[in-house]
């Protein structure tokens, strides 16, 4: 018998709901499809489980498929710290923070190009290419073939993919030829001695960590990786917060009578509407939970999005979307995870739903929806994948 079914189109369109029974009813739920796995969805079990790497390992990666082989997010210590260093060798908090300017820059060119037109879906025009854009600036992609990427993105959130399969860089597809082809043509550059630009791509070509390089391999699965990991989950942000603002008018007026409370609307964002609903850990022996007991390599999923509104944790208003909330505590979400794993992009993604959603209300008056947004289908993920808008034009006005 199964405690809930992650895959019913419910589950997504009323995730909450589904996540307070959970927590109230079977905190350690069983689910049976396609085969047994569970989920944990109070604050302090997930908690648990992401500080006990050793027991709850990554090893099988973090989705319902099994995915070793892979980086960062596939690895446990040591493997995992080797990774870790090396992605700090790429960017620093302090780096993603310089790209402020630039960021600014390209979100006004991107509302540059939709603003007369008066409505449209803010998705496509505005969400979607903003991370892509971004992220194909840190790693040293060509932003013109951006749009190739995107199936690789589309990867995750595609309803045909398996349940938490992604697409691994590795497969001969268009995608991971260009990546192949930036690659090979960024080694002769290193190998000619010629200047080579500051990014990502550059730095992982001529890391040397421990007295080693990174093979061809590696190199692609950190790219596919990086890629992946800030292209759709920040999308997710933006349209999450734009959505919610736009549906709970009141708060929209506090933030736009008080732009300071730009950084806590993005931590209750993240809180409220976590992009990602959760993440998989596997047990590295038999062991048993809430007197359950489960046998080794059982697929448990710590669910971000339930803890992040357990009121146990957050006390009785933990359903209430407000910006207001004590900033000291909302900053303690799981959307970026938590432990050894916590996500390196959050200081990025913060940033670009900072400088997004500020632009986006400030430079089209009378922002409203003109339909109900239509739900991402892939299971891992919360968010809009349309977002029907208008606003009023110089035009028009
Ligand atoms: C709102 C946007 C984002 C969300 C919600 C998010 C969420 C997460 C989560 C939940 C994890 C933990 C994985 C786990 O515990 O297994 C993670 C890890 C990671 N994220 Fe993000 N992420 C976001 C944006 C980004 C961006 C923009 C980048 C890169 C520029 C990035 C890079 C990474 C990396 C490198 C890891 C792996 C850390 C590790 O395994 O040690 N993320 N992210």
Not at 91 to 113: G, K, V
């Amino acid at each position: 018998m199964s405690d809930f079914d992650f895959f019913d189109p419910d589950f997504q369109k009323n995730t909450q709901t589904h996540f307070q029974r959970m927590q109230r009813e079977c905190p350690f739920a069983h689910a049976d499809k396609p085969f047994d796995w569970y989920a944990v969805t109070r604050e302090a079990d997930v908690a648990e489980l992401l500080k006990d790497w050793e027991l709850w390992t990554s090893f099988s990666g973090p989705g319902l498929a099994n995915q070793s082989g892979g980086v960062l997010v596939t690895v446990d210590p040591p493997e995992h710290l080797f990774d870790r260093r090396l992605i700090n060798k790429a960017f620093s908090p302090a780096q993603l923070l310089a790209m402020e300017d630039d960021i600014t820059a390209l979100i006004n060119e991107l509302i540059d190009r939709f603003i007369e037109e008066g409505e449209g879906d803010l998705v496509p025009l505005f969400t979607m290419p903003v991370p892509l854009i971004v992220i194909a600036r840190l790693l040293g992609l060509d932003e013109d073939l951006v749009t190739q990427m995107r199936p690789l993105a589309d990867a995750v959130i595609h309803p045909d993919t398996p349940p938490g399969k992604i697409e691994r860089p590795e497969q001969d597809t268009p995608q991971t030829r260009y990546l192949r082809s930036m690659m090979d043509s960024r080694r002769a550059m290193h190998a000619n001695g010629e200047k080579m630009p500051d990014d990502v791509l550059s730095t992982l070509i001529t890391a040397e960590l421990d007295g080693r390089t990174l093979t061809d391999e590696e190199v692609m699965g950190f790219m596919g990786f990086l890629f992946i990991a800030g292209s759709q989950t920040t999308t997710q942000l933006i349209g999450n917060l734009i959505y919610r603002l736009l549906q709970q008018p009141d708060q929209l007026e506090l933030l736009m009578n008080d732009w300071s409370l730009l950084p806590n609307a993005v931590e209750e964002s993240l809180r409220f509407d976590a992009p990602v609903n959760g993440l998989f850990r596997t047990n590295t022996r038999d062991t048993e939970v809430h007197g359950v007991k489960i046998p080794q390599d059982t697929k448990v999923i710590c669910m971000f999005g339930a803890a992040n509104i357990d009121p146990e944790f957050w006390g009785e208003d933990a359903g209430e979307f407000n910006i207001m909330r004590n900033p000291q505590l909302t900053k303690r979400h799981y959307a970026f995870g938590k432990g050894i794993h916590y996500c390196m992009g959050a200081p990025l993604a913060r940033l670009e739903g900072r400088v997004a959603v500020k632009a986006i209300f400030e430079r089209l008056p009378n922002l409203r929806l003109t339909g109900e947004p239509k739900e991402i289908a892939a299971h891992v993920m919360h968010g809009v994948d349309s977002l029907p808008v208008a606003w009023d034009t110089a035009e028009g006005s």
